[in-house]
Nanobody, 116 residues
């Protein structure tokens, strides 16, 4: 089974940028839609960005225009470029397949903390 490792999180001031990476231990080419999720303290995990195998993207309204998801199938990598960060973006960020049947075990995620 594919394993996912997220990285790139950290502490950043409001208005700053971070680039998250998701490395898969196996091929993600067969996974139709990959997504980035986040879970803030006391809240449920939510899908915030998704990308199809062909590169079509979709975003949750709160991150639209600020975040950009991308994937490199040949390198088994998925990225999330986050700009204009806000304190409300503070959360643990995860990547995984969007389709339930393609979902693999969740990784440990990467913490993003945005200070005001």
């Amino acid at each position: 089974q594919v394993q996912l490792v997220e990285s790139g999180g950290g502490l950043v001031q409001a208005g700053g940028s971070l680039r998250l990476s998701c490395a898969a231990s196996g091929s993600i080419f067969s996974i139709n839609v990959m997504g980035w999720y986040r879970q803030a303290p006391g809240k449920q995990r939510e899908l915030i960005a998704a990308i199809t195998r062909g590169g079509s993207t979709n975003y949750e309204d709160s991150v639209k225009g600020r975040f950009t998801i991308s994937r490199v199938n040949t390198k088994n990598m998925v990225y999330l470029q986050m700009n204009s960060l806000k304190p409300e973006d503070t959360a643990v960020y995860y990547c995984n397949a969007v389709g339930l049947l393609e979902r693999v075990d969740w990784g440990q995620g990467t913490q993003v903390t945005v200070s005001s």
